[in-house]
């Protein structure tokens, strides 16, 4: 996952990328990232996303799309759309980007400008989802998920439907970053994800009975489980993310973790997968303390996430605390119980935006 820029001109409050992003080093310019590109590949990467920040903010954006086609990868734009237009759907197209993903945050212009502080970022996402879709590229929108749109998922649903989405992504809002700030804003309460499932599995069915083979894609949060998510399949397993200034981790959110992390200015990628510090630590299962070293699903789920451990522990070496055998199980508890509070009792929205990631970085 190349993380071309932090920049954005959109401003979610439940954005993964760090809520101190203002203070991170200078981007990678073109060769370096074509440089990492060609690295990665030779170790047998297959897969590149390309990702920001707003990754349409990058002048460079097309050649780096026609340089990761020649390397022979098979290339992913996450977008919000913004800074898209018809040429520059062509020029992707062109430069042989395989796939665009489109992010809406809501099925209508108001919902869409509360979380996105755009007012005119919905109808402009609605063209270029058109553009995409009349350009061949598999139609793939993402929506994440979260108390304020989920009583809409229906509306959701049908607005994907009618852009001929192939597939929908109903991302139920992950607690990272911007969104772990936000958390008591974002997270919808039990009831409100019933209903939703409900609505989720009649759309499916109605999809089968249509013989239409767009997929809905909606995962219930991890805090309303009792096991955690297997992250990342492992660390250092088969996900490797490089962030703008270069910064190589295994997963979009340990650059919080107190591990040095290694840069790919300094270091190859062979010498940062295999043997740097950083992608080592929490490679296999000696690192596990109890319960995770006596428990037979270890090699399951991994103990879940080292990102999630840490942010609720203070240890990321701790099991996710998502995990019903966690002694701090009760953090995840707390956070499902306070999720009914009414919006005027929770503090107000965080948005992600320069200044604010300003004001966090100095604290
Ligand atoms: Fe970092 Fe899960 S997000 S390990």
């Not at 013989?211 to 955690?228: G, H, M």
């Not at 080292?306 to 707390?334: E, F, W």
Request: with cysteine; glycine share 8%.
């Amino acid at each position: 996952m190349a993380e071309l820029t932090y920049r954005c001109p959109l401003q979610c409050p439940y954005c993964s990328n760090p809520v101190d992003f203002a203070d991170q080093g200078q981007e990678l310019d073109t060769g370096q990232w074509l440089d990492v590109f060609a690295q990665a590949r030779a170790m047998g990467a297959a897969q590149l996303g390309l990702s920001g920040g707003e990754p349409l903010t990058r002048p460079d954006l097309i050649e780096l799309v026609s340089g990761a086609r020649e390397l022979g990868y098979y290339s992913n734009l996450i977008t919000s759309g913004m800074g898209l237009n018809r040429d520059k759907v062509r020029a992707l197209a062109d430069a042989g980007l395989d796939h665009i993903q489109i992010s809406f945050q809501d099925a209508e212009e108001a919902g869409n400008q509360l979380m996105a502080g755009s007012r005119k970022a919905f109808q402009h996402k609605l063209e270029m989802a058109r553009a995409v879709k009349a350009h061949d590229f598999p139609m793939v929108l993402n929506i994440v998920i979260h108390r304020h749109n989920i009583d809409r998922i229906g509306d959701i649903i049908q607005l994907c439907l009618d852009l001929e989405a192939d597939y929908v992504e109903l991302a139920t809002c992950q607690y990272y970053g911007w969104a772990h700030l936000n958390r008591q804003g974002l997270m919808p309460s039990r009831a409100q994800l019933e209903r939703a499932e409900h609505v989720v599995a009649d759309y499916r069915r109605r999809l089968e009975d249509a013989a239409n083979p767009c997929q809905l894609i909606f995962v219930v949060p991890d805090y309303y489980e009792e096991r955690p998510k297997p992250c990342m399949n492992g660390w250092g397993s088969m996900f490797l993310t490089i962030t703008p200034d270069g910064t190589a981790l295994p997963c979009h959110s340990a650059r919080q973790l107190p591990i040095d992390f290694p840069n790919v200015r300094d270091h190859t990628i062979e010498t940062i997968w295999h043997r740097s510090p950083g992608f080592n630590h929490f490679r296999g299962d000696a690192w596990m303390p109890e319960p995770c070293r006596s428990c037979d699903e270890k090699h399951e789920d991994f103990g879940g996430c080292r990102c999630q451990a840490y942010m609720l522990t203070g240890d990321a070496a701790n099991a996710d605390p998502v995990c019903a055998k966690s002694p701090h199980h009760h953090t995840i508890v707390a956070a499902r119980e306070q999720a009914g509070t009414p919006l005027d009792q929770v503090p107000p929205l965080t948005y992600r935006n320069e200044r604010n990631a300003r004001l966090i970085y100095r604290g």
